[in-house]
């Protein structure tokens, strides 16, 4: 899937929806992206997500430019070291990205200002048992990067409901 087609395949992005997931039974994270630099999530929840996926291929899709077609989606393994040196791939050169596992169970969004990490219940479940591990889960990851939602509460409801 092209950046485009991953967007309205895992989120939905429209204002006032009543669920941030397009796929039901869906719960996540919404988290602060400028917090985190290129991985756009603390580097716990990114080791949570590569423990909790079921398989080790994940893929990865942003933009090229305004005037390039949108690339091919680039399979990695989801490790934190070698996130920024993935072949074919400049997650540095695209302000906004998705990635998901390939049995899209798991997704992250990560746009301009925010991150959103999404999976089904089950594999959000076990997100949860292993961050517990680390005294957080995805709702209190997403309450101390938005202790006064603002703006985002209604959507920030809609992801870790």
């Known amino acids: 899937m092209k950046i485009d087609e991953a967007r309205r395949s ?41 423990e909790a996926s079921e398989d080790s291929c994940w893929w990865i899709c942003g933009y090229a430019g305004s005037e390039m077609p949108q690339p091919d989606p680039v399979s990695f393994s989801f490790d934190w070291d070698s996130f920024l040196y993935i072949p074919g791939w400049s997650v540095q050169g695209a302000v906004e990205w998705v990635a998901y596992n390939g049995s899209q169970t798991i997704a992250v969004l990560a746009e301009h200002d925010v991150t959103i990490v999404g999976a089904t219940q089950t594999v959000a479940d076990e997100l949860d048992r292993v961050l517990q591990d680390s005294g957080t889960n995805l709702r209190q990851l997403t309450l101390a990067d938005f202790p006064e939602p603002g703006r985002l509460e209604d959507f920030i409801k809609s992801v870790t409901k």
């Open 10 to 50: 895992f989120f939905v992005e429209d204002e006032g929806a009543q669920d941030g997931f397009a796929r039901k039974s869906w719960r996540g994270a919404v988290l602060d992206r400028d917090k985190y630099e290129w991985h756009a999530m603390p580097k716990l929840l990114w080791e949570a997500l590569r």
